[in-house]
Each structure stands twice: as structure tokens, then as C-alpha cells.
């Protein structure tokens, strides 16, 4: 039962659903490895409602519901087996507290835990649970419920479910519902069955009516089919007549088309990541392979959801960590369109404050920081802001390559693709009656690409949460991403400077007649180069392309140069006659610093955005994202930030180079 010490605990605000027991506990047995603890009380603790604000909650013992056992974990972490020290079992109701017992296993972690509670170093717990109905009595308002007079603002619990028991340095905190409650959920029975594996199972054939039942003995089948090797088919009858080997080739790449197209959509439908759909796409894994190693991973994620689970129903994790996030971008400076509620409270907080209203409790700094960073909401708080930041700076990036360079069609994947050509030479056909139609030849000479990945990491320590290193959050994703856009910007430049073509040739290339005369830039310079590229033809040799130009490249140092040239009304030409000067006209000048890593002298005209070097992104991901890269070890959150992209020529005839002297 309760001590003075537990009440006291408790009225302190900090949220304890748990008595603590002696110095030196009487009810250990050092054979069995058990500890018998109170578990929960019906003492009101605060807590905070994202609907009302603060306000007291009670869990009434006679609204609660309890298996046989339920894990005893480490603090209310369920992101490793390793957390697990054994169960908790026996639970009971005595009076207005749920008491039970703790069983510790017998690995070295648990047994270290158990040898800490019976030395008395440890002494409470701290319960994770479900709320499946209560009553709302609010503020000014005071309600009777099982003869129990109850005062508002409260929240009276009158439908419970232990998920499970956790050995804690201190009890349940202030704040344990962000970690120890679950949806306010009015059902209280589970289903077996989520709704992903079950659409799954109806895309393979099963009836989507069926009952879970049904659902588990189909899916079963579906699995022992699969896994056997398949039957050996007798050898086909000869044919009477040899199929010719163009059509054989033709099914065959009629059937990979149909392979590919089937395995996509199946990974895109069932939210595979895009790693392993380009495995299942790149090692030529069967359809049916494919599908058993979907539901396999389908199968591991449902497991996971059907472990006890301790943070609060989604719409109020949302909620929270939204508040959260949407602070730490107002207190960096960001503006927020519309703020998460709670938000604004919150743009005055340091980030362990920030910490502790995610985990709560009494603890020390640096328990506070460790317990926040080891949950997955901090991670993806931090990740979130990560995201935003990096689309703002993104946003405001000034790299030139937006302004000339076009885009590709998506890749689905990572594997090299082909590409239709920019250009179509000729002109339609007068059709003459049954006349057969002539086919454009788009894949002729057609450019081929592959993604390339750009990436780099940063750190969150918990040195950086103690000491409130805002900038860490923010200013190191910001200059990340200037950095990925500076690299996206360097590989559209490297791609016309030094890109080869399907030709195996340089995209500047006295085969591709794209190299005018050299020339310092003059109106007269400007002027000829411009022929360069009129004078270009198709793939035939011989259709003119009649190609305008539409932007001037130039290195930082010929910028005035051009600058002057497009202010300069007349020229003089050859003959000395005064003209008006054109030669700009319809010219967008663009001044990039890498041309003059390349050349100080070299000048370039270009052709519409999209015909010469072209940016391709994998799933449309045109800024770089933040994942954190795996959990909290060695008191530091690990971040990746990472883009695919692949900038590309996709064609010379609309690009003409000025050497210059």
C-alpha cells in the first residue's frame, strides 16, 4: 500500500501510479528472482489534456483491466528486447491499489535490476496503461461516480488496461502520460488483424470479408506455397514451327515490363521503402517472392503493434510533439503560418525544458535529457525541424542552376534510365490514303542517367540539450542544406562542363559543331555564337533545328563585361553602319562562380530550360531529408541527411560554348 512517502510523491504533482517500497524490501524472494510492488493508485495526479489543459486525473481501481502478465520494463522503454527485464504477474486490486508482483529474468541486465531493488537503491514503478472510457467533470462542476465525489477540472478514468509495469528511478512523472498512456479508445477489444496486412491479403486474393481467422489460415497458405521450391515443369513439345527469336525477345522484355510494373506498384501500395523495391527490381525476384518477402515485412510491423504499447493515442502524440516542434522553430527565429496549439507557450523554453515536458519527473538533468532522447518522440521532433529548416533554406537558396536547368521525370528507383530526346527534328507527315505512318525515333541516341546519393550526418548530444545549443537543431540543418543544394548546383555545372553524352563524346565537342569561334564577349561575338546554335541540325544531318537561345552563362569575371554590352544601345557593324543592339535581347543572363574554377574566359549560350542539362530527383524528394540513423547510443541522437538526384545532358545542339581569348 501507499506510504507517506508515495502520497507525498504524489501531491508534489509528479504523476506516480506507483507506492514505493522500503529501504529494504520484505517481500523479495532471492530464488524466484520476485519483488511484490504496488503497481497504482487512485491518488489524483496532474496531467496534461490537449482539449483542457492541466488537470487531475484519477484511475479507479474498479475500472481496471489485466491480463495474466504484462512486461516489467526498463522506464517505459519498448524499442528493444533488451528493455525487458521480466514480467509482471499476480496483479490484484487490494482496496484503492493495484498491487502485483515482479518477476526478473535471469540475464545479467535484469538480474543487476533486481539486485538494485532488493539492496533498496531502487524503489519505484511505474504504470503503463490504456484509457478506454472516462467522464470529464469540468472546471466549477463537482460530480458523484461510484459514490465517489469527484471536483473539476478532472478526469476520472472509469476504463483501464494494464499494458505494462516499469522499474524507474523515480515513479511515473508529471507528464507519463506522453509515455504510459495509450488512445482514448472506447474499444476495448484489439483487432488481430491491421488493416495493411489485411488490404495485402485481399490483393493476393482473399476475400475482403473475410474474418481474421480466415485472414490468418489464407495467409499461412499463402506462405507454406511460397516457401516450397517450385514443381519442376515437363519440357515444353517442340514446336512445329521454330518461333522466331525476335518474338522470344519481345516476350521476354514484355514480361520483365510486367514484373517491374507489378513489383512497383505492390511496394508503393504497401509503403515498402524505396531500398528494397529497387533490390526486388535489380536481382530479378519473382513476383511471388517478392509478395512473400512484403508480407514478411508487413508480418514484423504487426508484431510490433501488437507489443504493449506506452505513448499517448496518436491525435495527442501529434498534438504534442507538434507543439514542440512548432516552439523550437519559433524560438529559432522561423515563421509558423498557424502554430500548433501549445506552441506558443512553449517558444520560451530551453530544450530540456522542452525534454521534460515530454518525459516529466524530478530526475537530474542529464536523466531528464537521456530518458527524452531515448524515446521516438524526440527523434522525431528533432527530425521534423530538421525537415523544415532545410526546405525553407532550400527555398531560399540563391544557386543559379533553378534558373536554366530543367527536370527530368522522377526515378522510381535507383537503376540507370533512358531518356526521350529534347529535340524532334522534321516536321509531321501529309498523310496520303493507307499510307503507313512513320514513327518519331524519341530513343535514338537517347541519354541514359543513374541517381547518385548526396549525403552527410550531424549530431544531437546531450551535452547540446543541457547546454541549450538552439543552434544545433537549426543552424546546422540550414547550412546542411545549402550545402546539398551547393552540391546539386556543382553537379549541373560538372554535367555541361564536363558530361559526356550517349556518344561517349563531351558535351562541348567538335563532332557536336557547338564550339564557336573563339572571341572575347562583344556585341558581334554574342552575335555569331547565336548562328552556332541556329545553324545546328538533326539527327539526320540535315533538318534545321532553327534553335534560339535564352540564357548567357558567365564566370563571375565577364559579368560587367555583358552587363555593359546589354546596356549599350547602337553598335557600329563591319560596314559602319549604326544599328540598334539586339544582341541580348531575350537573353537571361546567369553568373555562376564555378565557370571560373573552369574558365575566366569561357562564355555560354543555352537553349530553353529543359533542353540541355536536365536534374532528376528519386520520388520526387527535391530537398534533402533528415532520418535519424539509429537509436539513442552513447548519449547522442545520430542524424543523416540525405538526396538522391542525378543531373543530366540531355542534349549539345542547344548549348554553344565561346572559348574566348
Known amino acids: 500500500m501507499p506510504n507517506k512517502k508515495d502520497k507525498n510523491h504524489n501531491n508534489s504533482g509528479l504523476v506516480c501510479r506507483a507506492a514505493v517500497i522500503s529501504d529494504a524490501p520484505k517481500s523479495v524472494n532471492e530464488e524466484q528472482r520476485t519483488v511484490e510492488f504496488t503497481a497504482a493508485t487512485e491518488t489524483p495526479v496532474s496531467v496534461y489534456d490537449w482539449d483542457y489543459g492541466r488537470v487531475n486525473e484519477v484511475l479507479l481501481m474498479s475500472g481496471v483491466k489485466y491480463p495474466d502478465k504484462v512486461p516489467l520494463l526498463n522506464t517505459h522503454s519498448r524499442y528493444d528486447v533488451a528493455d525487458v527485464l521480466g514480467s509482471f504477474r499476480s496483479m490484484r486490486v487490494e482496496g484503492g491499489s493495484l498491487v502485483g508482483v515482479a518477476h526478473f529474468a535471469a540475464d545479467q541486465t535484469s538480474a543487476d535490476s533486481f539486485g538494485k531493488v532488493k539492496d533498496g537503491h ?76 489485411r488490404a495485402f491479403l485481399v490483393s493476393l486474393g482473399m476475400r475482403a470479408d473475410a474474418s481474421d481467422a480466415e485472414a490468418e489460415k489464407f495467409m499461412q497458405d499463402f506462405k507454406q506455397r511460397t516457401s516450397k521450391p517450385p514443381a519442376a515443369e ?66 514484423a510491423g504487426r508484431a510490433a503493434q501488437n507489443q504493449p504499447v506506452f505513448t499517448v493515442g496518436e491525435a495527442e502524440a501529434d498534438k504534442k510533439r507538434a507543439a514542440i516542434r512548432d516552439g523550437i522553430l519559433l524560438r529559432a527565429g522561423f515563421k509558423v503560418d498557424k502554430p500548433a496549439a501549445g506552441a506558443t507557450d512553449m517558444r520560451g523554453d530551453t530544450l530540456l525544458d522542452m525534454c521534460r515536458t515530454l518525459v516529466g519527473g524530478r530526475d537530474s538533468r542529464y536523466d531528464i535529457a537521456t530518458r527524452a532522447m531515448s524515446t521516438s518522440d524526440l527523434p522525431i521532433i528533432l527530425g521534423n525541424v530538421a525537415n523544415i529548416v532545410m526546405l525553407a533554406e532550400m527555398e531560399r537558396a540563391a544557386s543559379t542552376y533553378r534558373l536554366w536547368v530543367g527536370n527530368l521525370p522522377n526515378f522510381s528507383n535507383l537503376k540507370e534510365k533512358r531518356f526521350a530526346r529534347a ?69 549541373c555545372y560538372n554535367a555541361l562542363l564536363s558530361g ?27 552575335i555569331a555564337s547565336k548562328k552556332v546554335m541556329r545553324k545546328q541540325t538533326d539527327i539526320d544531318g540535315k533538318t534545321p533545328l532553327a534553335l534560339i537561345p535564352q540564357y548567357l552563362l558567365s564566370p563571375v569575371e565577364l559579368s560587367d563585361t555583358f552587363d555593359h554590352i546589354k546596356d549599350t544601345v547602337t553598335y557600329k557593324n563591319a560596314n559602319g553602319d549604326e544599328l540598334k543592339n539586339t544582341s541580348m535581347s531575350g537573353l537571361e543572363l546567369v553568373v555562376e562562380g564555378l565557370l571560373d574554377a573552369d574558365s575566366t574566359k569561357s562564355w555560354y549560350l543555352a537553349g530553353k530550360k529543359g533542353t540541355t542539362v536536365n536534374l532528376a530527383y528519386v520520388d520526387g524528394f527535391e530537398t534533402p531529408v533528415a532520418r535519424m540513423e539509429d537509436k539513442f547510443s552513447n548519449d547522442t541522437l545520430r542524424f543523416k541527411v540525405v538526396q538522391y538526384a542525378v543531373a543530366k545532358a540531355v542534349e549539345y545542339r542547344t548549348v554553344v560554348k565561346n572559348p574566348g581569348v
Request: proline share 4%; glycine share 6%.
Open 423 to 491: 529535340l524532334l527534328g522534321g516536321s509531321v507527315d501529309i498523310m496520303k490514303e493507307g499510307e503507313e505512318y512513320k514513327f518519331a525515333k524519341f530513343f535514338e541516341n537517347a541519354e541514359k542517367a543513374t541517381p547518385v546519393k548526396f549525403g552527410k550526418g550531424f549530431e544531437v548530444t546531450v551535452e547540446s540539450i543541457l547546454n541549450d545549443e538552439l543552434d544545433v537543431i537549426t543552424a546546422v540543418p540550414a547550412g546542411l542544406a545549402l550545402l546539398a543544394d551547393g552540391g546539386i548546383n556543382k553537379a
Open 122 to 197: 531502487l524503489t519505484d514503478v511505474s504504470v503503463g496503461y490504456r484509457v478506454n472510457a472516462y467522464v470529464m467533470v469540468e472546471r466549477g462542476q463537482t460530480t458523484v461516480i461510484e459514490g465517489k465525489t469527484f471536483t473539476g477540472p478532472m478526469r476520472v478514468v472509469t476504463d483501464w488496461t494494464v499494458k505494462e509495469v516499469s522499474l524507474a528511478p523515480i515513479g511515473a512523472d508529471e507528464n507519463a502520460k506522453s509515455r504510459s498512456l495509450e488512445s482514448v479508445n472506447k474499444s476495448v477489444e484489439e483487432n488481430t488483424m491491421d488493416e495493411k496486412t
Open 500 to 526: 559526356k553524352m550517349s556518344d561517349d563524346k563531351t558535351v562541348f565537342h567538335a563532332d557536336h559543331d557547338n564550339i564557336a569561334t573563339a572571341a572575347a564577349p562583344s556585341i558581334a561575338s554574342i
Open 234 to 299: 515437363p519440357a515444353p513439345a517442340a514446336p512445329a514451327t521454330a518461333e522466331p527469336e525476335g518474338k522470344r525477345a519481345d516476350d521476354a522484355v514484355a514480361a520483365e515490363r510486367t514484373r517491374v510494373s507489378d513489383i512497383t506498384a505492390m511496394c508503393r501500395s504497401f509503403d515498402i521503402d524505396p531500398e528494397t523495391e529497387a533490390k526486388f527490381i535489380k536481382d530479378g525476384t519473382s513476383l511471388d517472392s517478392a509478395r512473400a518477402a512484403v508480407l514478411q515485412k508487413l508480418e
